[in-house]
C-alpha cells in the first residue's frame, strides 16, 4: 500500500531578486515498511524535500499525502498535531541538549509532552536499548562518539513511534563502522506500521534502500547566465541568514552591508561602490549569509553563479568585504 505520495511537488525561493527552484515537478512515492533514499549533491532540494514532508515548510505547489491524507494541506492545531503523532525528525546536526545524559535527551520531549518522569525514563531506557545503547544511558553527548549520539538523537525522534521518520544525513560526520550502525538501525526501523525517509551525499547507503530518489540540481546551473539587476533605493539584495547561491559585481550605484544583531539593530559591515563584488563567502563556503545586502541607492548589480564567477574574477581582485 502506497503510505507516502508526493505529486507534482515544487519549491521556489525568492534569493536575492532569482528565484531558486530546489524542487520542480517532484513526485515521490513510498510503500509501507520502505527505506526511502533521497540521493544528491549538496544544493539539490534533500533538506527542502524533508522539510516539506516533515510539514515544516510550505511547498509552492504540489501535494503531499501520508497514510491516505493530504498534509501539505493541513494548517493550525492539525499540522501541529500531524508533526507530534506522524512524523519522528532527525537534523543534520544532532541537536542534542549537551547537559544532559543520553535518557535525559530522549526524555526531554517526552516530559514536554506532559509524559510523567517515571513512565518518560523506562520509555526512554527501552528506545535506548533498541538502538543499541543499553549500556550508554547515564553519559552525556560529549561521552559519547558520534555514531552514539545519532543513535540517541534518532531513539529521541521515535518517542511518540512516529510511522513517517525523517533523517537528514544522518551518517554525516561518521566513519566507516558508525556508519554501518546508523544504517542497520535505520534499515530495521524500516518496517511494516513505518516509512523511513534518508537523506544523504553517500552512495553506500543506497545499497540498504528500497528506493532511490535522485534529486538533480534544477539551479545554480554552472552555466547560468549572469544577469543584470535593476534595484530601487532600500531595495534588499539578500537576507543575513538566507542561503543563496549567487554572487554580485556592482554596475552602478552603492550597496551597504550590514549585520542585524539580535536585538535589531544594525551593525554596519561595508559600503560597495561600483566594480567591487560581494556575497561571495555563503556560495563559496556553502554557508547563510553571514549579513544583510540592501541598495543604499539606486543601483545596478551582476548576479554570477559561483562557477561564472570564478571564471570572471580578475587575477588581482579588489579587496572585498566579506560577507
Ligand atoms: N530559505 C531559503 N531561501 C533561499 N534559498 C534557499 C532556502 N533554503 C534553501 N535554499 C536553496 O535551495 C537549494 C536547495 O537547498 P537544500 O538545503 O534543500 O539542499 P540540500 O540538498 O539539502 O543540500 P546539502 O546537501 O548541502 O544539505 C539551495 O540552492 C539553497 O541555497
Ligand atoms: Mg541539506
Not at 207 to 219: F, H, I, K, S
Not at 269 to 291: C, H, I, K, Q, T
Not at 310 to 318: G, M, N, V
Amino acid at each position: 500500500m502506497t503510505m507516502l505520495e508526493v505529486r507534482d511537488l515544487t519549491v521556489e525561493f525568492n534569493s536575492g531578486g532569482y528565484v531558486v527552484r530546489p524542487l520542480d515537478g517532484l513526485d515521490v512515492d513510498a510503500e509501507d515498511g520502505e527505506l526511502v533514499v533521497l540521493l544528491g549533491p549538496s544544493g539539490c532540494g534533500k533538506t527542502t524535500l524533508l522539510s516539506c514532508i516533515a510539514g515544516l515548510l510550505t511547498a509552492t505547489s504540489g501535494t503531499i499525502r501520508f497514510a491516505g491524507r493530504e498534509t501539505s494541506a493541513l494548517t493550525g492545531v492539525d499540522l501541529a498535531a500531524h508533526r507530534r503523532h506522524t512524523d519522528g525528525v532527525v537534523f543534520q546536526a544532532f541537536n542534542l541538549i549537551p547537559s544532559l545524559t543520553a535518557k535525559g535527551n530522549v526524555m526531554a520531549p517526552m516530559r514536554l509532552a506532559g509524559i510523567n518522569r517515571r513512565q518518560a525514563a523506562a520509555r526512554a531506557e527501552a528506545l535506548l536499548g533498541q538502538v543499541g545503547l543499553a549500556e550508554r544511558v547515564d553519559h552525556r553527548p560529549g561521552a559519547l562518539s558520534g555514531g552514539q549520539q545519532q543513535r540517541v538523537a534518532i531513539a529521541r525522534s521515535l518517542v511518540h513511534d512516529p510511522p513517517l521518520l525523517l533523517a537528514d544525513e544522518p551518517t554525516a560526520h561518521l566513519d566507516h563502522i558508525q556508519v554501518e550502525g546508523v544504517l542497520t538501525l535505520l534499515r530495521d526501523l524500516a518496517s511494516p506500521g513505518r516509512v523511513v525517509v534518508v537523506s544523504t551525499h553517500d552512495d553506500r547507503v543506497t545499497q540498504l534502500a528500497d528506493r532511490v530518489v535522485e534529486l538533480v540540481p534544477t539551479t545554480s546551473s554552472p552555466d547560468r547566465e549572469p544577469e543584470l539587476l535593476e534595484l530601487p533605493a532600500g531595495a534588499i539584495v539578500f537576507e543575513q541568514g538566507s542561503r543563496g547561491d549567487l554572487i554580485y559585481t556592482v554596475e552602478s550605484g552603492q550597496i551597504e552591508v550590514f549585520r542585524q544583531r539580535a536585538d535589531g539593530t544594525e551593525e554596519p559591515v561595508a559600503v560597495v561602490g561600483p566594480g567591487d563584488y560581494f556575497g561571495e563567502l555563503g556560495p563559496m563556503l556553502n554557508l547563510p549569509r553571514s549579513a544583510t545586502a540592501r541598495a543604499a541607492t539606486d543601483a545596478r548589480l551582476t548576479a554570477y553563479t559561483e562557477h561564472r564567477f570564478r571564471r570572471r574574477i580578475p587575477t588581482d581582485p579588489p579587496a572585498p568585504p566579506s560577507v
